[in-house]
């Protein structure tokens, strides 16, 4: 996965059957189903791979507790077929993880055990376990920092749970290993049209040496997320707002706030939603929010508001009570809504499942959705655009398609922080013994080596220091003050791997802070870390 290699068949292809815009869940897969049905794709990033809305997700691949409860069966179903074949695609990054729901009231745990044994019945052969109920005194021995006061009993079911950034990166390596192009920092700044007004491609500009490339293609996806309305504005001004954001916040707390490898589902909060709290690489992920949003982002920044009820949540359900100071990371991310047709600003409501939307120019635009089902949206994405563009009928091939990384389940050794890198554990271990300096730690309080910056800069096409540090090996989200610290050294890094000079290394050390300090709740002064 090497950007100039990518770049290069940009000139050495005259048309292509799909461009995707967007490297996010819905482009990549759309990319993914259309290269894998004999197509000539190719998918276009503005940014970096999942830079945006697919890199903050709650990190779990469900079904939806909370659509089962508002009674849209159809969405939970879908959604729980996909989240068992993605345990079998990539069973690396996915994994089978309990929660307990803990009740505070006498009839809360028969409620949920009945609910959630019809959650369990509509999984059917793809179920990850049955639902049980458990007494208070098993319920605290599984969570010993749950609040006890008042305490009944606990439920616990299965669902699962993933690393959304690093199955961005997979789905591009899949892409390109099936024939595929996928380059990021390319941004399309405009659609070709031919004389009766259809479109034949795309204008897009490589945002690091600004040239512009004029590229055809028979069909164009428009697979932007919240940045959907931006496309459709290129395509025709007037075209409506058909997007709008919804801002969901996690915060990242140290584990001794959890203590446990089950997560908690806390099924009603002050305001009727639902709240995690999740185990995730060594943390406590807390979250989420939902709050309708004007404008999107690429690098949306938590309220003040969400913070508060957030943090006032966790502490009515943990013993050990989180305060700002030990909040390690705050991220916030944006889903893209369909747009509520009365103008409400109620996004509870608002369902999850996606549409697709073809425009008289024969642009196909996907919105809508979830990590968890982004491959039965680009399956009905590229039937679709077949449909429209008299493609023929090749059905699509991805619902057994294993995904870069894929290893057996009994292969993921998850007490090794490697194991997200499935397949490729071998080349970054052999890596580590090849040089010494390889083998060290970019930050002495966490697991991560020189061998994996050098491995993504050379194999996974990241570019600068945000690539790394809050894509590839996710330290800006679990330990914001680590990754500042982290900066320096991964700049000189890359400028080594990339040939940029010292003045490049220095430019994107001093970004990288700037941005991380958004995602601190207090101030923070960098740290010098020596490698040798």
């Known amino acids: 996965m090497k950007r100039n290699e990518e770049l290069s068949k940009l000139t050495n292809v005259k048309e292509w059957d799909f461009i995707v815009i967007g490297g996010g869940a819905s482009g990549l897969g759309s990319a993914l189903d259309a290269v894998s049905r004999g197509f000539k794709t190719l998918l276009l990033e503005s940014h970096d791979f999942a830079k945006a809305t697919s890199s903050r997700s709650t990190k779990l691949v469900h079904g939806g507790v909370r659509y089962l409860a508002q009674g849209d069966v159809g969405l939970v179903k879908e959604a729980l077929k996909e989240r068992g074949l993605l345990a079998k695609n990539a069973a690396h990054i996915v994994k089978n993880q309990s929660f ?3 009740n505070y009231t006498w009839w809360g745990g028969i409620y949920y055990k009945i609910g959630l044994s019809v959650y369990d019945f509509l999984a059917g052969k793809l179920s990850l ?42 789905l591009t390596q899949t892409i390109i290993e099936k024939g595929g192009t996928a380059i990021n920092y390319m941004k399309v700044v405009g659609l070709l049209k031919n004389d009766s007004g259809k479109i034949i491609g795309v204008t897009a500009e490589d945002q690091f040496s600004r040239q512009q490339y004029q590229i055809h293609g028979n069909v164009v996806i428009n697979a932007t997320g919240v940045f959907t309305n931006d496309i459709l504005n290129m395509n025709n ?39 995690f709290v999740v185990p995730w690489h060594d943390r406590a ?37 989180p ?13 893209p809504l369909a747009a509520p047709k009365d103008g409400s600003k109620n996004t509870k409501e608002v369902s999850r499942s996606h549409k697709v939307i073809t425009s008289p120019t024969g642009l196909v635009s996907i919105i809508g959705g979830k990590w968890t089902t982004y491959r039965k949206m680009a399956e009905d994405t590229v039937n679709e655009a077949m449909k429209i563009h008299r493609l ?73 220091v945000e690539d790394i540090l809050a894509r590839r090996v996710r330290l800006l989200f679990l330990d914001a003050r680590a990754a500042i610290d982290s900066a320096h050294n991964v700049a000189k890094i890359i400028a080594e791997e990339k040939g940029h000079p010292e003045e490049w290394a220095q430019k994107q050390e001093s970004e990288f802070i700037d941005l991380a300090r958004g995602y601190l709740l207090t101030p923070y002064s960098p740290k010098v870390i020596n490698l040798n």
């Open 100 to 102: 307990i729901i803990p």
């Open 129 to 170: 376990g049955k639902t049980k109920y458990i007494s208070k005194s098993k319920t605290v021995e599984k969570l010993p920092t749950i609040e006890q006061n008042h305490l009944m009993s606990g439920v616990v079911y299965q669902d699962g749970q993933f690393d959304d950034a690093r199955l961005a990166v997979n």
């Open 237 to 275: 001004p007037k075209h409506g707002k058909l997007v709008v954001p919804s801002q969901g916040i996690h915060l990242v707390l140290d584990k001794s706030f959890l203590k446990s490898d089950d997560a908690i589902m806390i099924p009603k909060t002050s305001d009727g939603r639902v709240l």
């Open 285 to 321: 992920l807390v979250g989420t929010t939902d709050t309708l949003l004007k404008d999107e982002s690429f690098e949306p920044r938590a309220l003040e508001e969400e913070i508060s009820f957030v943090l006032n949540t966790a502490r009515q359900y943990l013993a050990k009570k």
């Open 323 to 335: 305060t700002r100071e030990d909040v390690k990371s705050v991220f916030a991310g944006l889903r």
């Open 392 to 464: 023929g009928n090749t059905p699509s091939k991805t619902e057994h398609l294993s995904i870069h990384g894929n290893v057996k389940p009994e292969q993921v050794d998850r007490t090794n922080h490697l194991y997200v890198y499935g397949s490729d554990i071998p080349a970054i271990k052999a890596l580590q013994d090849s040089n010494p300096r390889y083998a060290q730690k970019i930050h002495p309080d966490h697991p991560f080596t020189v061998a994996e910056v050098v491995w993504a800069a050379r194999n996974e096409m990241a570019e600068t």
